[in-house]
Each structure stands twice: as C-alpha cells, then as structure tokens.
C-alpha cells in the first residue's frame, strides 16, 4: 500500500482536494438552505458495491469467499418495474458479524449521512426485515430466495446511538409483507405513496381499484407522498401512454376533466394528509419521458437529465409558495 501511496501521490492529493473543497461547498448550502427553512433529504442505498471501500475495508462484514468474491448477490425478485426480476450485484451482508460488532458500522454510516443530510431515504427498507439473496452466477434474480434480517436490532442501536428519533424515510415499495409495515411502524418511520400508481391499471394487480393505497384518499399523515420517483416516467410522460381507461378514472377521481392534468395531479398529492410531499422538478416542469431520470433494470443512458438554470423562474417559485400555503405546507398564509 504505500508503494501505491507513493506511485499515485499526485492523483491521490487531487483527489483529497476535490472531497475538501466539495465538503466545504456541500456545508454552505446546507446551511444557506437550513435558514431558509429547507432542509435536505439524502438517499441511502441499503446496499454498497463490491468494488467500494467499504467492502474493500470490511469484507469480513460481508458475504464474500476468501478471495473476496460474492457468495450470494442482492437483488429483488420479479415485480411491476421488470419480469426477471433486478439483479443488483451487490454483495449481502453477513448480519451475524454485524450483530457482533453492535452494529457499529451501520452506526457510523447513518451518523456519516446525518451530517451531510437532514433526514435519510433508506432505498429499499424492506431489506431491513428480509432481503432477496441470488446464487452467485446467475444472470437473472429469478432464483433467488427471502433470508431474514435484523432490522429490528438494528433499528434499536440506531435510535440508541442518535439519541432519539430516527430521522429516516422508509422506502417501502414493491413487494411489501406485513413484517415490513410492523417494523416501519414500531419505530414510526414515514412510508411513501406514489400518486402514479394510483391511477395506474397495472400496478395494483386489482385493475383501477377505489382502495389502492397510492390514491390520495387513502394516505396516511405517516407517510411521504410522491408525485413519482426517479424510477417512474414523468408525470406528463405517463399520461402521455395512459390508457383511456386511466385517462377516464383520473376525470373521475378528480370530477373534471382538467386542462393541465399534471397540474392537477400535483395538487391532489399536496392536498393529501400526507406529512411530506415530494414533487420532482420534471413534474413541476411538465416534462416528458425525455426528463425520466432511470429507468430500473437498464444500463446506460440513465441519470443523464440536468434542469436548466433559467427553469427556476420566479413565478414557478410563486406558483409553488401559493400551493404550499393553501395546503398547509407553510407556516406562512400572506407573503
């Protein structure tokens, strides 16, 4: 290692540099945001990949062979995003290890995100009570089996560790059992509600069904409410393939057929009793399937979408700040 240190001390320095100077920077605007009230919330992925330092640092924490290769892989098995299922890559944890320890690297994780971040999205929160594990050499996660995880252990050294509440967002979409919803609710971590798929025909499995828990009326105030995800279309681009049978039921839900459909739809989100609602740029923009940020199950060509800066007008802003105060989002009433 220090032959590698010496070998690459230029590259190595450089890159030191750009992490302090992007700290410095993502510190500023963290705290420009927080005295305006905003705060930021920042995605964990439950899952890190082989190739990262942690695994690098740690692989006794993790699922690997001698020579550090994966003996299972993460993924989830076939669902409304992909028939074959997703197929990850990421090494499993070894949980035994992690209980051993007390879980002090999973403690170090979440307080390293704390301090960048105001309240954490942990992205597939159903791993934390039973996870998708493939053979390794597969090509698909067809074949991979449910193996069960200490969330609730885990969960409880997190709260101990941060001295309180856990300021967390429970993704908690696809295929979700009781078991999740139970351990979601016993440390009263919000869930998310995605307005799309309450209008979509496919997403249930029910066809268009009153009682789908992502339509509006149906949400709970312990939840966040998303218009869509980074995962989904756009709005506009959605509706731009709906069926006439959706097309129909969203006149119906709304009681009128609405000039700007994502206009409205926005509003239905905000208006729910949802704690939180979140409202991606490329819906507030109007944006088509161009603006779609990924697409899960594809490589290449995702995360690619930049907003411009003249987008942000100042009467977007206005249009935003009235909403928000017409639907209790603020505290403000006349500004």
Known sequence: LDARRAEHAGSLEERRAAQFLLHQQWS???QAANAEGIRIIGDLPIFVALDSTDAW???????????GRPLELAGVP??????????????????HRHQETGFVWWISRMKAMLSLYDIVRIDHFRGLEAFWAVPAGEKTAEKGSWKKAPGRELLS????????????????????????????????????????FGFDASESGKGL?????????????????YTGTHDNDTMAGWLAQASTE?????????????D????????????SVAAFTVVPMQDILGLGSEARMNEPGTIGGNWAWRMQTEAASQSLARELRKLSV??????EWKR
């Open 28 to 30: 500023a605007v963290r």
């Open 78 to 95: 076939p669902d409304y995003f992909s028939e074959t299922g997703q197929l990850w890559g990421n090494p499993l944890y070894d949980w």
């Open 246 to 258: 959706e097309r129909r039921f969203i006149e119906a839900y709304l009681g009128q057929i609405p």
């Open 57 to 67: 640092a740690h692989p006794e924490l993790f699922m690997l062979d001698q020579a």
């Open 209 to 225: 069904d009153p009682h789908n828990h992502f339509l509006p009326h149906n949400y709970t105030a312990a939840s966040v409410a």
């Open 260 to 271: 700007d459909p994502v206009r409205a739809l926005i509003r239905e989100a905000l208006k």
């Open 157 to 196: 050294a997190l709260k101990a560790a941060l001295g309180g509440d856990i300021p967390v967002i429970a993704e908690d979409l696809g295929f979700i059992t009781d078991e999740v919803r139970a351990l979601r609710d016993e440390f009263q971590l919000p869930g998310m509600r995605i307005l799309q």
């Open 326 to 331: 017409m639907y209790a989002r603020t505290d």
